[in-house]
């Protein structure tokens, strides 16, 4: 098997587990709206602890705590699709941060050999 590498661009949105979108999940939503978009793939983190902008800390520890907690939705796609998508997050009102960074794609294929 052999492997190269292209450009790309990793999209990072978090949002809180308890955030919605017409009574949906809003990363699922995002997620949605990736695929549509014809994105090459999004996933979903569910993170055990974290906080926001409102400075509370949010635990998976203490069962009073255990709501709000943070989820990360990453896209990886060319840069040209992925700043095409943005718009989408603007219309979903996405308020917690969303990170653009330049990463290196991965593609295998089935011949043999690498190349660097």
Known sequence: MSWTTVPALRLTVL???????????????IVRRAHAAGLAGASVF?????????????????????????????????????????PQLEELDVEGPVTLEPVQEVRFTASGGTTP
């Open 15 to 29: 949002v809180a587990d308890t955030d919605r979108r017409h009574h949906h999940p809003l990363c699922s939503e």
């Open 46 to 86: 569910h993170g055990v602890e974290g906080f926001g902008a409102g400075r509370t800390v949010h635990t998976t520890r203490l069962v009073s705590m255990a709501d709000d907690l943070p989820v990360m939705v990453v896209v990886v796609d060319s840069a040209e699709r992925i700043h095409a998508f943005l």
